[in-house]
């Protein structure tokens, strides 16, 4: 089948991103001697300046990895929380019935900064300012931007205008949004990374000096000038002015840490997800349900038969409508969400024709949907055919994010998916040149949801990296920006590989697709029953199909949908892949 690049092979080491200097940055970092994890973390940090429409320092970074020596998978949380003062009384007492998608009212405890030293710290080797440096040269000097980020800035050019000044300071400073290829400067972030490693540097040793510099940033002048900004109001995507609720408090009462992965077995492959204050488990849900049809499906030149399609897009409703029903970060019943005996059940619902049902199952008693949902059945959230992160005039998104996966010749695996602190999420903070997230926007504000809003909770996440072990070796790193979107382009691909038999380039050039038929996790929330958004190389036969089979068909374009990246290490040989749409993406290696 036609691909878009090779899929790379070589024996020292690989990096797939979704922008080629961060790519190439991990690399360097590789040939410079350091593993997998200073790549990572140095690769992360130019994200945050190269993709600053998908992510940046006030943001979270979800992983997972194994080490050299330690073959377990194990989960980097770096997803912050719900401020102390951030209640549902609180947030309905201003007249809203959904958080915000922009603005101060939806940020949550930036994780970023934490998750990444911390990683650094337990399993890197180089010191903060060899790994840091790359992303101070780039903010300091300039980086070259891609069209999408004039693209990002002129959609919110008349938000940032006429009520966020300092983010128009920033990003429009002669009027106008930067043009492609644009070299841009980001002074205040230079001169903020820069003070962090200055007091870092104050203590001796690496160790020490890593956890130098999260408390200069949790407990010290980043944290305070967070507090001070968010007592600020400023317009938000409901339309009015609010508040922050975050302060420096907040900040100090949370650090990064580690969890156990969710590991799923599905025979030869076992799939590596985050729990279920994250949507990952809906990846291996829908694995273990479409592992019953594992005879019907089927793939001819690279391309999954009508069949395929349907039968992915069935078990994805039943899937998210779980995650809509269960998921979040309290207890998750996924020990019944994936056993056999419920599967079973789940699979039976399946049939030749499109659900137009939100149907969660009864894994721990009723399930309880949030109330409002009928009321956001079709609401106005952009384009479902875009397949990429779309920006509203007050700053809403959906799918805003970045990805990054990397493995050395001594077998450290690791798959990050960064995101939030986009600059349209709320306005610039300009004496520390970074705004924050938005992650806020997908708690619900009714009491009694395993998403509801509490103080101290995290949000349920979309961000999904991915693992699989095959035979019980950790083998493969993967996953995709995309939102609500990341699990079902992920599944795309782990159909195409383990399925169809594609190599890692050519599972991702595969044809890709998604359905909206259950609640958005960004604001407005909206939901299109039947709705399937595909890409248009899956064959005018196979669209018709799926449309007599009663599927909405919303047809992307040839290439439009998803942003995958992917390494994997068997056999002695490493390899990489990553995602042409878009042209961003690229991996490196050899």
């Known amino acids: 089948m036609f691909t878009t690049r090779p899929e790379l092979t070589g024996t020292h080491g690989m990096v797939a991103s979704t922008h080629w200097l961060a790519s190439a940055t991990g690399m360097a970092v590789l040939e410079n001697g350091g593993n997998a994890f200073d790549a990572a973390v140095a690769a992360g940090f130019v994200l945050q300046v190269a993709e600053p429409h998908l992510n ?109 000044p300092t983010s128009a300071a920033l990003w429009l400073p002669d009027g106008k949004p930067p043009a492609d290829g644009q070299v841009h400067r980001n ?50 995507s409901s339309g009015r002015d609010h508040a922050g609720l975050l302060t420096a408090q907040d900040l100090a009462s949370w650090s990064a840490s580690y969890e156990d992965a969710l590991i799923t077995d599905l025979g030869d492959w076992s799939l590596v997800k985050c729990g279920g204050w994250t949507q990952g488990p809906v990846l291996a849900q829908q694995a273990l349900l479409l592992n019953g049809f594992r005879d019907e499906l089927c793939y001819v030149d690279g391309i999954p038969s009508a069949r395929t399609v349907h039968l992915a897009v069935e078990a994805g409703k039943l899937a998210f409508a779980d995650r809509e029903a269960w998921y979040g970060d309290t207890d998750v019943p996924l020990d019944v969400l994936l056993s056999p005996e419920y599967t079973q ?54 799918g805003d994010t970045v990805h990054l996966d990397v493995v050395d010749a001594a077998g450290n ?33 009714e009491p009694g949801l395993p998403n509801s809003l509490a103080p101290g909770k995290r949000p349920r996440s979309t961000l999904s990296p991915s693992m699989a072990l095959r035979d019980g070796e950790p083998v493969l ?64 036969a196979t669209l018709g199909e799926l449309a007599e089979r009663g599927h909405r068909v919303v047809e992307a374009g040839d290439w439009a949908l998803g942003r995958l990246s992917a390494v994997s290490r068997r056999g002695g040989l490493l390899r990489a892949a990553a995602n042409a749409r878009g042209m961003q993406g690229y991996a490196v290696g050899r």
């Not at 106005?380 to 509203?392: C, I, N, S, W």
């Not at 960064?418 to 610039?428: D, Y």
């Not at 044809?511 to 595909?534: G, I, M, Q």
């Open 477 to 540: 790193a993967f996953g995709t920006p995309g939102g609500d979107q990341q699990d079902q382009w992920q599944l795309c691909f782990w159909l195409a590989h383990t399925v169809g038999g594609l190599n890692l380039q050519e599972a991702i050039d595969a044809p890709a697709w998604h359905t909206t038929a259950f609640p958005s996790s960004f604001y407005p929330r909206s939901w299109h029953p039947r709705e399937v958004v595909a890409e248009s190389r899956l064959g005018r």
């Open 187 to 236: 002074p205040a972030l230079a001169d903020t990374w820069e003070r962090l490693l200055d007091e870092a540097e104050a203590a001796s040793g690496r160790e020490a000096q890593i956890d130098a510099a999260r408390r200069a940033w949790s407990q010290g002048f980043v944290a305070e000038a967070i507090e001070a900004f968010c007592r600020n109001a400023f317009r938000d």
């Open 56 to 164: 940046g320092p006030g943001g979270q970074v979800p992983g997972i990895f194994v080490t050299a020596d330690d073959r377990t998978p194990r989960v980097l949380a770096g997803q912050g929380p719900a401020p102390a003062a951030a209640t549902i009384e609180h947030v309905a007492g201003l007249g809203l019935d959904l958080i915000p998608g922009s603005g101060l009212l939806c940020a949550t405890v930036p994780a970023a900064w934490d998750a990444w030293l911390l990683l650094l710290r337990d399993h890197g080797t180089k010191s903060l300012r060899e790994v840091l440096g790359y992303a101070i040269g780039y903010a300091r000097n300039g980086v070259p931007l891609v069209g999408r980020v004039g693209d990002t800035v002129r959609a919110v050019q008349e938000l940032f205008t006429e009520h966020w």
């Open 345 to 398: 059940a789940r699979r039976a619902l399946i049939g030749a024709e499109a659900s137009g049902e939100l149907r969660p199952g009864a894994a721990a008693g009723a399930p309880k949907l949030p109330a409002i949902l009928d009321a956001l059945r079709g609401a106005t959230a952009g384009d479902g055919a875009t397949g990429e992160p779309t920006v509203g005039p007050q700053g809403q998104v959906r």
């Open 413 to 445: 695996l690791i798959s990050l998916t960064p995101s939030g602190g986009w600059l349209q999420s709320s306005p610039t903070i300009p004496q520390l040149g970074f705004c924050l997230d938005s992650r806020a926007q997908m708690f619900w504000l």
